[in-house]
């Protein structure tokens, strides 16, 4: 059993663009290469059929991991979102208190993770640290590089 997932809307619409990519494009070219494949003659001796049934198996393991994943999404409304503690979709601005730099994240689900734009999972050693703190509040987060304490300056959308 997968667990609930949580979008934002062009998340969620990233991964039906996805779906429907492989399902609408690459599929069709797989069967077609199987069929050019299968007419070139005897299968036991054809590496092209081979490698084209190993290819539609894994886009169909692909496409089934992904209906899978948007079986299981939710769609996160931001105008619910409880800005008095950090969840999923708040903006959290955070001081470094070890070297006094403050940074913005803002707290998304794995998938859309992107730290170039601030964005970082919620399952990151950072994301799970300051998931349900408050402004104000001090925490102390694991991360490879060892302990940083954090304070929580200001929670946003």
Request: net charge negative; no cysteine.
């Amino acid at each position: 059993m997968s667990q609930i997932s949580y979008y934002t809307e062009e998340g969620l619409q990233k991964l039906k663009n996805e779906l429907h990519q492989l399902e609408k494009v690459e599929r069709p070219s797989i069967i077609k290469a199987i069929a050019e494949a299968r007419d070139k003659g005897d299968l036991s001796e054809n590496a092209e059929y081979d490698a084209a049934r190993e290819a539609q198996g894994l886009l169909e393991l692909k496409i089934g991991k992904l209906k899978d994943i948007l079986a299981n999404a939710r769609l996160v409304d931001e105008s619910q979102l409880d800005l008095s503690k950090v969840s999923i979709l708040t903006k959290v601005k955070v001081k470094n208190l070890k070297n006094g730099a403050t940074m913005q994240y803002t707290l998304v689900a794995e998938n859309e993770a992107n730290l170039k734009e601030s964005k970082i999972s919620i399952d990151s050693p950072i994301g799970k640290g300051l998931l349900g703190k408050k402004i104000g509040d001090k925490v102390e987060i694991s991360v490879p590089a060892g302990v940083i304490p954090f304070e929580i300056m200001e929670i946003s959308i």
